[in-house]
Each structure stands twice: as structure tokens, then as C-alpha cells.
């Protein structure tokens, strides 16, 4: 067996690459706000707790296998046979996602920053620099990873401290209104998001340093990302109370709203700057795992002559899926999250489960690496 | 080395060609038409929305001080034009103007009286959905014509939109109106009980030119104008909302021979809504901290009994004030205050039984209003220069 990924990387940044791929969610929470309203800092708190079990698994199942990716483990796991048909399932779930995850950044310009720019310019522009990025191998992202998590955290703590007066507490009152239903798909749409997407780094986990430590850190990146999506989530409702639901992008309204002394306005831009750069972390992780785990599948030896033909694929397809943003919105929060279920929920558990049973990799193929 | 130094310098030279702008998405600033303050009104002909949107003269700005040639020279164009809905009436303003409309800096907005009293609702959306438009543009009714509003050309500034906006700003001297942006304003509006307010402006004759004026708020029931607070009311509104910051107190000495002013320095309110046996009641309760700013009495008042008594007739005075805004709003079946969100966030499962006849309930509720006032200080006087 080889790898295609020779880089490897360390503890910490792995820490830094789940926190900004978590945090590279900011923009997705709101398909919850529009479930859950002032409920949504509950169903944050809750779609956490939930996920960390799973995510738990991922990290874990990762470690039994040191130095390889989700697409060998299922061969290992399931055979060849079944192992290739859920590893291409995982390359469609990789697939379909990237691309809308390029669409919001279409739409996050095309609605708020250059609204006279053709929308497939950006898709191009922006699937390029991942492009780019990707083809320097996971080291590059690994190391660059601390900026980003970094820039978002300051973006998100900022605005909210600029936003201190703006702020009503009460707005979180009562505190549980809505029928459960509603919030039960607000955490469903929590999991099946920013957590259990997560399950991305079943291609990145194996390529950490054997002192990576990897649950621990795993587990804290996660938790360090959905930190910058509570107080997001905190900030808009505090701030925009009953109107958050009305909006295209609460985020963006609430730091229009920022002003200090008429000097500190227009602060949205900083909101522009942080989603822009996380959703940017966030595909390259995603189209990075996309290259590796079709490479593997094909029996490449590098995924470099993938890199454009892959991007060129999915500028197309996150150009014409959808008519607008409310079609996104619709597929993603009614859709989107049923048929990545299994994949995040029942795969990756039961994947351990079968390893831990049949002692694998010990019995089998455990000294190739 | 000196390849990748030659390639360094062509992507240095390319960065400013590619980072400067897309094609077609370019605008100069002299291709846009910045719009400061806009009004939306009637046109009483023919039934459809007069818009009038106050575009700024680049080139007259700061020059009318200079060398005093046009005094009709305004620095400011108010361009109207009429459409059926707002977007609509916007396009058709280029006919005019010849250049897009760009409404990033617009500060006001003003509502004709017509057609606040009609529904604000399908003239609101715009605002809020435009891109370029910040939810921090405040909302204003006025009293005449809207356009009048928007001509009045100020003594000291030189835009009447930023005039207004200014005006609005300066509402903690006297707390007898309050500014609202459209953001507030859709707050009130999506609230199911909550009753929106938003300034008045009118136009008063003044001697050479004509002065605008904030006279009160308008009161909203959903969003259709159903009357008005005139100043005391509108303060007895900010005191229960907790959002005095300042003012005049004019209190009857008690002699009853003059009166005292009171500047407020510190208001601090606690509203706690309770339900007993079904009766609602609201305790109001206010510390006010405030300075004897002015006597107009020979009584001399620095003193601590005058003090005292001065507190006692202080208090009567605001709780008059309260009392006033809420006998309107009662009347009004208009729920200003914001009792019922504090209902339904505190009794959140009684509220249900509740809130569908709310309009029913609203004049029933009991408001028990503590104010608990104290005069800190009388400035430089500790008598007053009476004659001897």
C-alpha cells in the first residue's frame, strides 16, 4: 500500500484544522436560526453534545489505523467490494458538499459585497485559490491554519464586544418556546452541519504525527470551533431579537448595526473578511479530502492531475444546482441533512466497532505504514 | 534566482491590474447619485408613492461659505418622481437624474402622514432588502408634506437630511422624543403586541427660512398610524423604557410662586410585570438622580427641606408624565410600552391564554409606579441671589 500524502502533520495543528473547518460553518447556522430563533445557542450547545460522541469515533477509528485514509480502511474493513461502494458514497457526500459550499461564497458576494460581479466569477476566482492551495499538500494548510482560526475568533469576539450596548438579553426569553420538533431539526441541522462534516478528517486524522495525540485533539478543535459559533450565534440574537429570522445573513446585519461614536461603522466588512477566509479553509479541507479519497480510489499515484479537472467540476456544479438561495436553503436544511446521516452517524461507528471485533489492524496488514 | 525574482516582479505588476475592480462592476463616485435622506409620500393625483430622495451636489458642498456668490446655491437636490411601489419609483428617479441612485449613506427616511396612517408594511421592505441600505437609517413621520420636510434648508448644516439625523441624535438633552431606526422599528412590528413609535417632524415657519422641528411621536398600531404623543407623554414613554438620559424637570415651587427646573442626570428603571388572580400589574420602579439646575422663585430652595420638597412634587411630576403616556396608549389600545413581551417572557405559559385578546386586555393592566428621586447637587448657588 502507498500514500499518496507523504506530509504529515503535528498535534496541534491538527487542533487548528478541525477548529477552522468547524468555525468555516459560520455562515450555515443560519439554516438553524430560521428553525430554532432565539433557541439557536440551545440547539448549538445541544447539536455539540451530540456530535461528540461521533466525532469521538472518527478521531478514534483514524488512530487504530496510523497513516491511512477512510478509502483503505474501508477496504480493510468491508472488503473490497462493499468497502468501495461506501467509500464512494463518502466521495459523493465530499463531493456534492464542496460544491455547495462554493455556492455560499458565490452568493455571500453576489448579496452583499459586489452584487454587480457575475456570480460564476467567483466561483472560479475562489475554486482556483483552493486549487492552489490543495496542490501544496496538507503541510501548507496544516500551518496556515492558525491565521484563520485566529482571524475568525478575533472577527467573531470583536464585533460582539463592539456590540455590547446594542444588546438585549431578555431577547432569549422565554427560554423554551418552541415546539421540540422545530428544535429537534435545528440540532439535526447542527450534527449533519458544522460538527458532522467533521468527517472530512477520516481523510486528514491518519496523516498525524504518531505524538499527535489525536482524540484530544480533535475533540478540542471541535470544541474551540463551536465556542465561535455559540457566541455568533449569541451575539446575533441578543442583538437582533425578534428580526434575526428575516434576514438573508443575521451576521452581517447585526454588525451593520455596529456604531461607535459614528466613527467605528460599516464594520460588516470584518464579517466579510472572516467568512470569507474560513469558507476558504473550509473547501480546501473539503476538496483536499475529495482529491485524496478519488485518487485512492482510482489507484493514483498523486491526485495533482485531478486537482483541475475536480475544480473545474465543481465550479459547474455549484454554479447550476440551484436556482437561488432559497432552494440552498430549502435542500440543505430539509435534504441535505438526511442523506449525509448515515455517512456521519452509523458508518463511522460501526466501521470502529467491526475493527475492534475482528482486532484489526493488528491481525492483518497493522505494520504497513 | 533571477527566474523566480522575474516572476516575483510580474505577479507584483499583475496584483494591481487584477485586485483593482471587476469589469462592469466599476462606478466612479461622479457616476453616482449619493442619496442622504429620502421621503416616501403620496401622490395625492393619482394615488401612487411620491418619492423624494435628497441627492447630494458634490460641488457645492463647503463652497457657499467661499466667496458668498449663490445664496440660492443649495448643496443639496431633492429629486421626486412617482412609482407604485418604492423600487419602482427609485429606476424611474433615473430618468431624472441620469446617474443610479446610491442609497449607502442615506440617513432618514420620512413618511408622509397619509400614508403612515395607511400601513407602513409594503413601504418598509425595500429599505430593509436593499443591499446597499443599513438597518441603522432612522424613521421618521412627517407632519406635512414630506417634501417640504426634505426642502427646508437648514441655518447651520447644509444637508437637511444630516440636519434631521442630527436633530434626532440630540434627543438625550431633552428626552422628549426618541430616534428609531428601521431596525427598532421592524423590532415593534414583528412583535405581536408591541406597538411601533417614530418621530414627528414638521416645518415651522421660521423668520428668514424655515426651521424643522420634532414634535412628538406617532403612535402605530401594527403598522398603521393611530396618534400621537406630544412631549410629556413621549417622556413618560422613555421613563418606563428606561431610556432618559437627560432633561428639564420643570417642577411648581411649593410656594406655588415659580418654578424650579431640574436637569436629570441619571434615570435608572425596573420593569416587573406580575400576575395576580388574572389582574395584571406592572411596578414601575425609577431612581432619578437629578441636579437644581435653575430656580425661578424667590423662595430659596438650596435648602434641605426645600430639597425634600422639592423630591416629593418631582416625583408627582413624573409619575403625571407616565401616567399621561399611559392613559394615551390605553386609549389607543396600543401597547408602547412593550408590557406584553415582558409578559410573555417572564409568564411564558400563562401568556398563551392570554395573548389573543391582549388588545382586550391592555387597558386593564394596573401601573404601579414607584419613582424614587433625589437632588444631588445645585451647581454653583448655594443661595439664590434674592433681593435684599
Redesign the interface.
Known sequence: MTNIEKGRISGPQLLFLVSGFVQGSVMLIDFAVGMAEKQTWMVILAGLLVSIPFVISYAALAKRFPGMNVIQINDIIYGRILGKLLSIYYIFFLFITLSFNIRDVGELYTIFLMPNTPFIFFLAVFTATCAYAVSRGIEVLARISYLFVITGIFVSISTTILLVDKMDFSNFLPLFELPFIRIFQGIHIMVSIPFGETIVFLMIIGYTNKDGNVIKNTLSGLLLGAFSLFIVAVRNTAVLGITQTIWTAPSFQSTRLIDIGTVLTRMDFLVGIAQTVLIFFKCCLFFYALLLAVSEILGLKSYMPLVLPLAGIEVIIAATVFQSPLDHAEITQNAGIIYSLPLMLVIPPLTLLIAKIRRLPESKGGKVT | MTKTLTFKVIMCLLVPLLLSG?L??GTEINDLEIVVGMGVDKDKDTGKILLTAQIVREGEIGSNSGNGGGQNAKAFWNVTATGDTIFDAIREMTHKTGNRLFVSHNHVVIYGYNIAEEGLQEHIDFF?RS?EM???AFILIAECDVSAVLDAKPETEELPAMNIAKLLKSHGYTSHFIEVNL?DF??CL??PTTSPVAPIVEVTPGEESEDIYISGMAIFKNDKMVGKLNKEETRGLLWVKGKIKSGVLLVPSPGKQGKIALEILEAKTKVTPKMENGKIVMDVNIKVDTSLAEQATIENMTTLPGFEKMQKIQEEVIKHEIMAAFEKSKELKADIFGFGEML???Y?SKWNAIKDNWDDIYPDIVLNIDVKAEIKKADLLVKAPVPG
Open positions: 471587476c462592469g462592476g430593509l443591499h443599513r438597518p441603522t431596525k421592524i423590532s414583528m412583535s410573555h417572557k417572564k411564558s
